[in-house]
């Protein structure tokens, strides 16, 4: 095992502090015994609660709960040991403390001491930062997932005498793509959720797991989790787009022939406001029948130096563990545009994000939106860092009938009862949105007057309303000039 590898090897190398972050400290400890036990060093564990115990040897405690006591403990010792110290972390602000792990550490290598901080987040002071090393536990691996799953479908028949977990082939091997990346503690969790709720393991369980999954991993936010995703058949026109997303579905999922191809890694789409990008996004997510979540820029930048660069990492770590999912960003110009006036985080948060598109391996496929191309770096638009570049333009006359129709049956109505020719010609230059505020303003009317929707009110509605294409026709303009040979059109 890798691990085991690799403390053996920091224990072997005397390092004075291994920082270890993890919310199983049972893991850590029983992973620890075994390093110890196959190097023949003492082990003992602390926190503030028990105090002191030599780990594997009756678990006597010593008297040394305070951190002080205990640190002087070790320090006057000068023998050959490992020190587990447990939720150690508020005391790291303490310059005694502080002082007297200085004093432990100058002396590991003489009386190969070494003290292992386990927490779920760790900072340490600049003057001990040189003296430590981190050490991240490994997540369960494929083979270890199906191992937890069924133990916990074990149990589950143990407990419910005569019946057995019922659970295909297929549903099996779902629910455990989608607890990868989870630690064993959580993995076993979800699993539970899924048996427990009705016997079964079905594919009805990989939603509620992935947004379970996704509750466990969320810590800062930036990253939200959209259960609002649609079909492309709720989608009007935009036919090259889905076209190009069908063709590359059964790679990005792995289901079909791969002949050498790599996934797909995502797309830019471009174009007028209203015009479907964000409904396009979540069609994607709901298609493919994979998690969407979206890139929120205004809670990923933080005032404190460093702190937007963490959360960006962060987010994007979270994506990876997520996979297969959609990352959905929305208006990207608004995140990573660069210019006079500012203060180098965003070029940073930038560099980031394009390093990481560059070099994933991961299953999650971007979708980005943008308005003002402008804006844009043009080091986002490189080839390798999404693969197509779509024009999202306003919806000619049969992908304005489609939008017509697809609204009203939303909405239960019939869209044979209206003159679906007549809507469409005086809809020209409006965009998907702006049809569907005035079936919306339509249906106010109605509601507060009298009457029932029909072609007539809403021709008044559509006459009374004035286009985004009329108010910025200068901006769309020299928009579609700019795409015209530089984009593929997504109509």
């Not at 023949?40 to 040897?57: F, I, Q, T």
């Amino acid at each position: 095992m890798q691990d085991i590898h690799d403390l053996a090897t920091l224990l072997k190398a005397r390092t004075p502090i291994i920082l270890i972050e993890s919310r199983e400290e049972q893991r850590v400890i029983d992973l620890m015994a075994h390093v110890a036990g196959k190097l023949r060093l003492p082990l003992y564990a602390w926190n503030v609660a028990e105090g002191m115990r030599r780990v594997g040897s009756g678990n006597e405690h010593t008297s040394n709960r305070e951190p002080v006591e205990m640190l002087q403990h070790i320090w006057s010792l000068r023998m050959e040991g490992v020190y587990l110290l447990l939720d150690f972390h508020p005391y790291l602000d303490d310059p005694t403390h502080v002082r007297i792990i200085k004093e432990i550490s100058q002396q590991a290598e003489k009386y190969h001491q070494t003290l292992i901080f386990v927490s779920h987040e760790l900072k340490l002071p600049p003057e001990l930062s040189h003296f430590a090393a981190r050490f991240e536990v490994s997540l369960p691996d494929e083979k270890t997932i199906t191992r937890i799953v069924a133990q916990v479908a074990e149990r589950w028949s143990q407990e419910q005498p005569g019946q057995r977990v019922r659970a295909d082939r297929e549903a099996m091997q779902g629910l455990v793509k989608n607890l990868q990346g989870l630690s064993a503690m959580e993995a076993a969790r979800l699993a539970r959720l899924a048996i427990y709720d009705d016997g079964a393991i079905t594919k009805a369980d990989a939603p509620t797991i992935a947004k379970a999954k996704y509750d466990v991993l969320n810590q800062d936010g930036v990253l939200s989790f959209e259960h609002d995703t649609a079909h492309l058949s709720e989608v009007g026109g935009l036919t090259r787009f889905k076209a190009w997303l069908r063709q590359r579905e059964a790679v990005f999922k792995n289901t079909g022939a791969q002949q050498g191809l790599e996934p797909p890694k995502g797309l830019l789409l471009l174009g007028v406001q209203g015009g479907g990008k964000s409904l396009a996004a979540k069609a994607v997510a709901g298609t493919w029948g994979v998690p969407l979540l979206r890139l929120d820029f205004g809670a990923l930048y933080d005032k404190y130096f460093g702190e937007t660069e963490r959360r960006t990492r962060e987010a994007l770590k979270m994506a990876e563990t997520m996979q297969p999912c959609v990352l959905w960003i929305d208006e990207i110009e608004k995140g990573v545009a660069t210019g006079e006036g500012e203060n180098g985080t965003t070029r940073r948060v930038l560099g980031t994000m394009l390093t990481w598109m560059a070099e994933r391996k991961a299953s999650v496929f971007i979708v980005a939106t943008a308005n003002d191309i402008k804006a844009l770096p043009p080091e986002l638009m490189r080839k390798g860092r999404l693969d197509e570049v779509f024009f999202v333009d306003l919806p000619d006359a049969a992908t304005r009938r489609a939008i017509f129709s697809i609204h009203f049956t939303k909405r239960n109505l019939d869209p044979a009862a209206f003159d679906l020719d007549a809507l469409t010609k005086a809809s020209e230059g409006f965009s998907g949105s702006e049809i569907e505020q005035a079936i919306v303003s339509g249906l106010y009317a109605i509601t507060h007057g009298s009457g029932t929707l029909d072609t007539a009110l809403l021709l008044e509605e559509l006459r009374a309303t004035r286009p985004l294409s009329v108010v910025m026709a200068e901006h769309i303009a020299a928009l579609r000039t700019w795409a015209q040979d530089r984009t593929v059109p997504a109509h």
